[in-house]
């Protein structure tokens, strides 16, 4: 079976990854991939939506995967759809879940769906006022794609004003930011949690924890995620149960009641809090760097899942786990998330011994006279399964400490709150 891989981050090396070792795969294709991805995949520069549904026809590509957002929400699996070819990922209507945020919270609201309250606006006075008469903390939110930073949790009315501004005023967003969404602030633990659906059915992934800030203790500013675990134990059985009762079910429920039925792998971030699970976004991909120790838990076939989804059997799909735990460290540049230097040389990096257990995934790197550099903000996801939080975690570390470039840095207490969680209420199951 051909199939081409769209997008070239951390996320799609882990699945690169992943495909590669299918029994049912023949071929693997990247698009764009990366220097990390083409040891796995043939990588070809293809830009814009038309030259992929051009190649995938020309090529026999059987399945085309999607892992970045923006593809999908532009209509990249209609387009392949269209001409009859198959797809993993959702359609432009259904990835409206993460393209437009007023449309994701109405849509719970339609449904039931347990969330923060919320106000949409279209007009910067409206938005104000209503900033003036509620109480803080506000959380204020573009609504389309604003690569993961359209999100401003505000503490008081200044900073709310301010956040507005940035959006409707400046544009900083550009068009993402024309309507915004103002959310009450939920407190609680986040989790991030997974399904593939093939608009009916659906298969879940053992719960994962990211880690938001840039600092240890979850301090300082906000980024795409420097590093995750899973299963996250903060997700007891019967909180996962809750979970699948009252968000998995209603939202797969709702869009195919809406003619937007959801095929893909549907990503719900959620705030848990006093034992309620609430839904605080959902985006129409994996999570990155969830994906990452999600892969490394997964001991059977990736392409079966997928195909699974494609071709509607979600429901007898049952995938094995590896028991124990995954996880996975983000070493990241010297400035990151503000500015950083690329083009810095890494060491180590070849000597690693790497296996089916432990394995680093480049999520911003280079090759340049035949060494390795660093060529983004996030740059490598170390990743690592052992038996428990603890012992993956050791390799995870150990595999760190023999590697780096001038400046990297990386979280030193990744995974630690499932391993708090561990010694109060007992080890989670995938
Ligand atoms: P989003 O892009 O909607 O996931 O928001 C990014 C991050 O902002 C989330 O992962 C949360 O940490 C935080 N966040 C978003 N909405 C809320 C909310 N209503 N209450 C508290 N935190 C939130
Ligand atoms: N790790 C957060 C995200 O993928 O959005």
Redesign the pocket.
Known sequence: MKVLLVGGGGREHALAWKLARSPRLTRLYAAPGSAAIARLAECLPLKGSAAIVEFAARAGIDLTVVGPEAPLVEGLADALLARGLRVFGPTRAAAALEGS?SFAKEFMRRHGIPS?PFAVFDRIEAARAHIAEQPGPY?V?ADGLAA?K??S?CANRADAVEALERMMVRREFGEAGARVVI????PGE?ASYFCISDGTGYVTFPACQDH?RIHDGDRGP?TGGMGAYCPAPILTPALERRVQESIVEPTLRGMAAEGRPYRGVLYI?L?IAGGEPRV??YNCRFGDPECQPLMLMLESDLLELLLGAVEGRCATQRPRWRPGAAACIVMASAGYPGEYATGVPIHGLESLAENETCAVFHAGTALADGGWVTNGGRVLGVTAWDASLQAALAKGYALVGQMGWEGVSYRKDIGQKGIAKVRSVGPAGP
């Not at 959310?183 to 939920?186: D, I």
């Open positions: 945020k923060a959380v939110k993961g359209g999100v949790i959310e009450a602030f939920l986040e938001k906000n971030g705030m605080v976004e």
